[in-house]
């Protein structure tokens, strides 16, 4: 079983920064990608940004030239560093993996969540 264990959320005001840490740990064999989303209320689910196992990058265009996504392999780790905050940046982030299990499947994990609020 893998688990996602986020951390870094919080409150801060508009223009600030935060930084997004999510750990995974369990039983796997490789790790493909690991990403972020956010869902703010009344809304659905969407990519923030992605990770690949090489270092390659996707962001969502709203957070582009102010958010970036980074990992360190070695610890399963996956951050996010968000700078220029606005309100609209409010939702919840999920921490995702996408991995191989020890049986060769491949499949999804996701984190519990953790809360940003931008304030005006």
């Known amino acids: 079983q893998v688990q996602l264990v986020e951390s870094g959320g919080g409150l801060v005001q508009a223009g600030g920064s935060l930084r997004l840490s999510c750990a995974a740990s369990g039983s796997m064999f490789s790790i493909n990608t690991m990403g972020w989303y956010r869902q703010a209320p009344g809304k659905q689910r969407e990519l923030v940004a992605v990770?690949?196992?090489?270092?390659?990058?996707n962001y969502a265009d709203s957070v582009k030239g102010r958010f970036t996504i980074s990992r360190d392999n070695a610890k399963n780790t996956v951050y996010l560093q968000m700078d220029n905050l606005k309100p609209e940046d409010t939702a919840v982030y999920y921490c995702?993996?996408?991995?191989?299990?020890?049986?060769?499947?491949?499949?999804?994990?996701w984190g519990q969540g953790t809360l940003v609020t931008v304030s005006e």
């Open positions: 995702n993996t996408n991995f191989w299990d020890l049986g060769l499947k491949r499949l999804d994990a």
């Open positions: 990770i690949s196992s090489g270092g390659g990058t």
